[in-house]
C-alpha cells in the first residue's frame, strides 16, 4: 500500500528557512513523479514543486522560483522541499503527492497524482 507523510513546518519568520520532509512507502520511485501543494484558507490548491520519476527534472511555480529547491534521496525514499528566503505569503498548510503521471500534468493539482498524504503546516511571520 502507498503511504506519504509530510513533515517539518512549522513557524517562521520571513527570510528564514524550512526543509519539509515527504517520506513515502509502497512506490518505487523510478516510476513516480513526487510533487508539492499547498493551500491557504480562501484559495484552491497550488502546485508548488515537482520532482519526475527518476529525479531527472524538476518543476517550479514562478511564486517559488529561486527559493525552493526540490530534492529527493531515493535510499530513503524521501523528497525533500528546502525552502529559503520565505515570505508571508507562502503560509499555507503543504502536502505531498505521488502519481505515474504526476509530472506531465504538473502544477495541475487535480491530474496526475493519485496518492495523497496529510500535511504540514507553515506559517510565515511578517
Known amino acids: 500500500d502507498v503511504q506519504l507523510q509530510a513533515s517539518g513546518g512549522g513557524l517562521v519568520q520571513a527570510g528564514g528557512s524550512l526543509r519539509l520532509s515527504c517520506a513515502a512507502s509502497?512506490?518505487?520511485?523510478?516510476?513516480?513523479?513526487i510533487g508539492w501543494f499547498r493551500r491557504a484558507p480562501g484559495r484552491g490548491r497550488e502546485g508548488v514543486s515537482c520532482?519526475?520519476?527518476?529525479?531527472?527534472?524538476?518543476y517550479y511555480a514562478d511564486s517559488v522560483t529561486g527559493r525552493f529547491t526540490i530534492s529527493s534521496d531515493n535510499a530513503k525514499n524521501t523528497v525533500y522541499l528546502q525552502m529559503n528566503s520565505l515570505k508571508p505569503e507562502d503560509t499555507a498548510v503543504y502536502y505531498c503527492?505521488?502519481?505515474?503521471?504526476?509530472?506531465?500534468?504538473?502544477?495541475?493539482?487535480?491530474?496526475?497524482?493519485?496518492?495523497w498524504g496529510k500535511g504540514t503546516q507553515v506559517t510565515v511571520s511578517s
Open positions: 520532482i519526475s520519476p527518476g529525479g531527472t527534472s524538476t
Open positions: 503527492a505521488a502519481g505515474i503521471g504526476g509530472y506531465y500534468y504538473f502544477p495541475r493539482s487535480h491530474y496526475g497524482m493519485d496518492f
Open positions: 509502497g512506490l518505487n520511485f523510478d516510476n513516480y513523479a
